[in-house]
Nanobody, 124 residues
Framework: QVQLVESGGGLVQAGGSLRLSCTAS????????MGWFRQAPGMEREFVAAINWSGSSTYYSNFVKGRFTISHDNDKDKVFLQMNSLTPEDTAVYYC?????????????????WGQGTQVTVSS
């Protein structure tokens, strides 16, 4: 099994920045992609960003492109989401995800493993 633990959420004013982190532990076999999804109140969970194992490919949803940046550490067990120019519409619970394919996370909205989520609240 794989455990994913997120950190870095909180309350920020519109226009501000936050950096989310996620650490994977357990049976963290190589080759897996990592990513982020979010779920706002009353809404379905949606894809935010993903990065493949090597880091050579990253994928973003249209609504965060140019504002958010996904990266991971050299060990590939930590993934980060740098969020800039935040708006109230970014308010949601953000979930870390780990799956065999970053492209599949974007295309199918699916992940093998999920974290518990971290709350991000952007005030106007």
């Amino acid at each position: 099994q794989v455990q994913l633990v997120e950190s870095g959420g909180g309350l920020v004013q519109a226009g501000g920045s936050l950096r989310l982190s996620c650490t994977a532990s357990g049976r963290t076999y190589s080759g897996y992609a990592m990513g982020w999804f979010r779920q706002a109140p009353g809404m379905e969970r949606e894809f935010v960003a993903a990065i493949n194992w090597s880091g050579s490919s990253t994928y973003y949803s249209n609504f965060v492109k140019g504002r958010f940046t996904i990266s991971h550490d050299n060990d590939k067990d930590k993934v980060f989401l740098q969020m800039n120019s935040l708006t109230p519409e970014d308010t949601a619970v953000y979930y870390c995800a780990r799956h065999t394919s970053a492209l599949a996370m974007r295309a199918q909205g699916y992940s093998t493993y999920w974290g518990q989520g971290t709350q991000v609240t952007v005030s106007s």
